[in-house]
């Protein structure tokens, strides 16, 4: 059975139920699962667990690549399974547990996690569950639709549970690129000089003997939860495309832009989906997570090559583009997430780097994770492994929330996770400030005329005149520097007061 | 005359006075000047400028590699000539004039800011003024103790002033490694494994004919004005040891340690000078600038190479290294900035970056720029660069300030260079907090009995208990995160109220 997924005939009698793979998992353990953006997702397995910590309470150290699908970190977290979490997540009730000191969060760089981990700062990892479409006759694992960490979990640990998913479609195979970088000191350069390149293999090498168990599977990833664009992400990403072709005209970015990184969720998707109707042609990307806008870019034919870490689509794009994945198949590599976000790679192609921000204070900082300075929405992500090291990071979000009780652009955000060194573009539906080259006092009146909503641009104004008494190279009144996010939390509006 | 010096003999009559040198800069020019914290700046030329703006008002963007010495910046802004300046700057009277709002200052990370100009993004550099010891004969260009982005400027440069230091020994030739990345997108992998990698020319090679003036002058470099070690410093040492051992003995670094970045200025040079009583052997440095405490680690027989982008030592050092440069020839290598600021070389070499702080609050977050959260100290340098992708990222501070008016361990920093996902150690003279792994909730107890002097732990525990009533990731009572900040603001100590 499962001869064409499990082609070592020697692990075929490790095949077994989630429950009895669960069995391999104790109190204090450290857990990788696979999992990126909810693709790839290890997803009987975490339910098996959760069923088992009713008869054995257990408390574990869960490392991913990023968000889970199906629920899985919301039933782990019900049944009191998680004691350290890290490194994002997108689930309501984790992330409340999180809010209320319940999970201990480790908000990282996702290029960060595995080097950390590589390097003994969690101690051994234990237990890595890994999702795969096949083993190959030498025992490697061929990845879903992400690679994420899990290359790295399957390396390093020293047990490992593989969920053969048949749902998924073997035409994932040949589609990944497992490169790992070697040890330091002497670690040799990533050679990826192009966002085509291949440089790694197409299955995870591991010592067959490691793995432990094999669960059989059937449920598809889960679908993305991101929404369609709207009226205003059509003009954030008008904003952009002027942007880009004022760049162009100006000599100072090539006429098919450099590879674009776009983060997860809702905005930097429907932003990307504007450039269906853009002039631009030959655009490639250079992303973790691969959303709905590179399928539809690429069925439009202006995107000819996409490098990410996870495929994460609507429910009718999965259908489209699962069901006739050789068709994308010159078009498409998968890569582990420390590759994907690699420093290294992102300085040296020069990405294009747009991501969401919470909120941006008036001098060009940004606040991707906490909502009202102290409560976690989904973390960091990758987000700063790009702004830091790519040729230009934007920022986009709309400019209120909350039917406008809630601004995006604020005196000082309460939450720095990218600061004024880093962030070169800020969008919104109102306009694109240019930040570059630019020092705080001048960022001012660009971040309030052209991105502020204009029914905060009065109250903004106002602080900054009042913090002028104070004199500085970034005057602020600290006293009043958090009064809209105070109202916020006490009024229910950033405008009460 | 000085054949040794201008050895492409054609060149020889543009030898000119700084006066007329200054000639060639106009109101609204760009300008590039050699120079990185204190060392192998242009000496004579930025004088002579201040003196052309009596008569010939002028406002320029002023980029150098980082600080300048010789009250350049001083007399520049005096001179009313500085109307942007980048990307690092140390001078008393600048800063002032950046904090009235008179010179706009960005505040960038070092290794960006070749890559901005190369983009286009300050448009065309008009001028560069270069130290160099030599010319060659092929009318390559020889810095002398320090490259920061002289070699970049130079090459992009429509004109350059060469400024031949007869001060600064020839033997500074075959010191350098210039390497300047490809044009984007193609660029190659740069190819440094091994901090002792020479990669690229002794010279930096550009059209003789660009050489538009050559000044020649005799002005050693200014001393470095860092305070020598102290009680504190010494603490702060012997804390970052014990926890190196630590690390060691339990596998998680090897017994040389990995290459260090050590930051500018006494905090960190005081403590690297520490390890000249420490076990470790062997050590290697990949940093920016080489200050007293290399020579004093190599002298000692506990430091085998270093390399960096400048040389800025005391004056009793400078004359014992520059007059002997030659016995230290194998040991060290002068590098751009934008190389021995690389992320990926960062990355790849798995760095120990040692950088100071000004302030950090309890949950790791750190300001190392914003005085009171708007007054502009000397800029983030080159602590970004490292800090995001180093293996690890050391702050170190003193605990108090000011005779303990000013704590450095505060509820909420003002301004953040440094967040939560990037500050992995702070140290202080009480102690060490490792950060790493750990939410932020487990950070803060850590943080304050460990680092925070005595006489602020209990204020800065009821900040904590009081801010827990909002819950949250990261809680925080808003209307008190700076209340020490105003309390010094208005009554010159954050214990005042």
């Not at 067959?208 to 993305?224: F, G, L, M, Q, R």
């Not at 204070?361 to 492994?385: A, L």
Request: with cysteine.
């Amino acid at each position: 059975m499962f001869e064409d997924r499990i082609r070592l005939a020697s692990l075929r009698d490790r095949v077994m139920s989630a429950d009895d793979a669960a069995k391999l998992v104790g109190d204090g353990m450290v857990v990788g699962m696979s999992g990126f953006t909810r693709a790839g997702d290890a997803k009987d397995m975490p339910l098996a667990l959760a069923r088992r910590a009713q008869a054995h309470p257990m408390k574990i150290t869960l490392i991913t690549g990023a968000s889970l699908g199906h629920d899985s970190d919301k039933t782990l977290t019900e049944a009191g399974v998680l004691g350290k979490r890290l490194p994002f997540q997108v689930d309501t009730t984790l992330r409340s547990a999180i809010n209320r000191g319940e999970v201990m969060f480790v908000d990282q760089h996702l290029s960060e996690t595995v080097e950390f981990l590589r390097a003994g700062q969690f101690g051994k990892l234990d237990v890595a569950a890994i999702e795969a479409v096949a083993i190959t006759e030498d025992g490697g694992l061929v990845p879903s639709s992400s690679v994420g960490n899990s290359a790295s979990f399957a390396i390093l640990a020293e047990k490992v549970i593989v969920e053969i998913n048949l749902a998924q479609p073997l035409a994932f195979e040949g589609m990944h690129d497992i490169w790992i970088p070697g040890q330091r000191p002497h670690r040799d350069p990533l050679p990826i000089v192009d966002v085509r390149d291949r440089v790694g293999t197409s299955a995870v090498k591991i010592a067959p003997e490691k793995i432990a168990a094999i669960v059989i599977t059937h449920t598809p990833d889960s679908a993305s939860n991101a929404l369609p664009p709207d009226a205003q992400t059509r003009n954030i990403a008008g904003h952009l495309i002027e942007f880009f072709q004022h760049e162009v005209s100006r000599g100072r970015l090539p006429r098919t832009l450099p590879a674009i990184q776009s983060g997860i969720g809702t905005i930097a998707n429907a932003v990307l989906m504007g450039f269906v109707d853009s002039p631009f042609e030959q655009l490639t990307m250079y992303s973790e997570v691969l959303q709905d806008s590179t399928f539809e870019l690429m069925d439009a034919g202006k995107m000819v090559f996409a490098s990410g870490s996870s495929i994460t689509v609507s429910q009718s794009v999965q259908d489209r583009v699962f069901g006739d994945l050789a068709r994308y198949r010159d078009q498409l590599v998968l890569r582990p997430q420390e590759v994907s976000n690699h420093p290294e790679v992102i300085r040296r192609l020069g990405l294009i780097a747009l991501n969401t921000a919470l909120e941006a204070d008036i001098y060009g900082n940004v606040n991707s994770t906490h909502v009202g300075g102290t409560h976690m929405m989904n973390g960091i992500g990758g987000s700063g492994d790009f702004a830091r090291n790519a040729r230009m990071a934007i920022f986009a979000t709309k400019s209120v929330a909350k039917d406008g009780r809630i601004s995006s652009i604020v005196p000082m955000v309460p939450h720095v996770d990218h600061n004024e060194h880093d962030v070169d573009i800020l969008v919104t539906e109102q306009g694109l400030a240019d930040l570059r080259t630019l020092a705080p006092r001048e960022r001012v009146k660009l971040v309030i005329d052209n991105c502020a909503h204009p029914s905060y641009r009065e109250v903004l104004r106002d602080y900054y005149r009042d913090a002028q008494r104070y004199a500085g190279h970034t005057p602020h009144a600290l006293e009043r520097a958090f009064e809209m996010h105070i109202n916020l939390r006490d009024r229910g509006s950033m405008l009460a007061g």
